[in-house]
């Protein structure tokens, strides 16, 4: 595809409400990672996926937050239990890792409000 | 991961260059120097990466001094639409490693 992809762009949940976020990476990309931004700050690293395995939470928040990319290419970000704490862009990233530098391309983000 | 300092805002005037330092003082032999832009309501994109002295692409110039604990991003006769948050990051290149953003450099041009 031409760029990453994410969807939905904007969501709205109430608390307590499970909410799913999608990544679709460029085509051909091993590497996924998943960002929370939240406002006036830089983004803040979740997790990262090297094909279909996932090689570091270690960004997760909490276990109400989980990420799967079953076949190596499309990701979905899954917030259990919404909280207000939560209300954020989401942003997922992907890069080809290779001998040369691992340039990370994102795409335009899911801005979530939990109300 | 090294920690990287820069300011947290700059205003320039249109046609101006607009240079932007970033200081990373712990950087590692192996590090690379990168730089994204991020607009409102987007996503960061890459603007220029190296590892020592100068880079020039199409969009900027990075210049990295020899002792590399700091570097410079340098944007030529900056427009209206330069307006953005750019972001300075040093991590290994040629592998995954986790990098960390910081709060980024806002840059108001003026017209």
């Known amino acids: 595809g031409a760029g990453v992809s994410q969807s939905p762009r904007y969501k709205v949940a109430k608390r307590g409400q499970d909410v799913a976020l999608r990544c679709d990476p460029i085509?051909?990309?091993?590497?996924l990672f998943w960002y929370q931004q939240a406002l006036g700050q830089g983004p803040e690293f979740l997790t990262y996926?090297?094909?279909?395995?996932?090689?570091?939470k270690s960004g997760l928040p909490s276990d109400r937050f989980f990420a799967e990319r079953p076949e190596g290419s499309v990701s979905t970000l899954k917030i259990q239990r919404t909280q207000q704490e939560d209300s954020a862009v989401y942003l997922c990233a992907s890069s080809s890792p290779g001998a040369a530098k691992e340039t990370q391309y994102f795409g335009p983000g899911t801005r979530l409000l939990v109300l | 991961l090294a920690k990287t300092t820069q300011p947290i805002s700059m205003d320039s005037y249109e046609g101006q260059e607009v240079n932007i330092t970033c200081s990373h003082n712990?950087?590692?032999?192996?590090?690379?120097i990168t730089w994204y832009q991020q607009f409102p309501s987007q996503g960061p994109r890459f603007i220029i990466q190296g590892y020592k002295t100068k880079v020039t692409n199409e969009v900027a110039s990075l210049f990295i001094p020899a002792d590399r604990k700091s570097s410079t991003l340098s944007l030529p006769r900056v427009s209206l639409s330069d307006t953005a948050v750019y972001y300075c990051?040093?991590?290994?290149?040629?592998?995954?490693?986790?990098?960390?953003f910081g709060t980024g450099t806002k840059l108001q041009v003026i017209p």
């Open positions: 085509s051909g990309h091993v590497s």
């Open positions: 996926f090297q094909n279909e395995a996932q090689l570091d």
């Open positions: 712990n950087i590692a032999t192996n590090d690379y």
């Open positions: 990051l040093v991590g290994f290149s040629g592998g995954y490693q986790k990098v960390t």
